[in-house]
């Protein structure tokens, strides 16, 4: 092999190592400005676009967990890497699929587990972490708020009851 596919394949390798998710698209029948487009709001979620030849991703998946992918990498490829949400690269392909009717996706990894289409689709439509992050601290957050109630009662009801003799022994 050739030095330089030789490095490309080690950066791909190092792509599939690095990142916690990964989907194949097709986008055969994008141009050239809608790809730079799709790049673009990629690389807004730090999530990296590659197109790439399927013979290279074949080699640089062997051996790691995402040889399960190895039947998605047919035809015209681009592998979108996320390296820190697993749910970004997902959820922005999946609505620019439904943008661009050209781009179609293909499978995924996530961990060693491998994504269909369907899979995708609900992965995509999980919240972010931040809003999921929002809803745990509201969850923790109930029962102290309850208690801290239940322990503010009695001095609530004692402050209405000094209250209602003030008002007695003044009339």
Do not use: C, H, W
């Not at 290279?56 to 992918?69: H, N, P």
């Not at 587990?113 to 931040?130: G, Q, R």
């Amino acid at each position: 092999m050739r030095p330089e596919k030789q490095q490309e394949v080690e950066r791909l390798k190092g792509s599939f190592s690095k990142a916690k998710s990964a989907i194949v698209a097709d986008y055969r029948g994008l141009t050239v400005s809608d790809m730079n487009d799709v790049r673009s709001k990629l690389r807004e979620a730090d999530v990296e676009l590659r197109v790439t030849k399927n013979t290279m991703a074949r080699i640089a998946i062997k051996g790691t967990d995402s040889e399960v992918l190895t039947e998605s990498l047919v035809g015209p490829t681009a592998i979108a890497f996320s390296y820190d949400d697993p749910v970004a690269g997902a959820r922005i392909l999946k609505k620019l699929a439904e943008e661009y009717e050209e781009l179609g996706l293909k499978g995924g990894v996530l961990g060693d587990k491998f994504l269909s289409e369907a899979d995708i689709t609900a992965l995509s439509k999980l919240p972010t972490k931040e809003v999921l992050l929002g809803q745990l601290l509201s969850v923790l957050n109930g029962p102290m708020t309850g208690f801290v109630n239940v322990l503010a009662g009695n001095q609530r009801q004692l402050v209405q009851v000094l209250a209602a003799i003030r008002d007695q022994k003044t009339n």
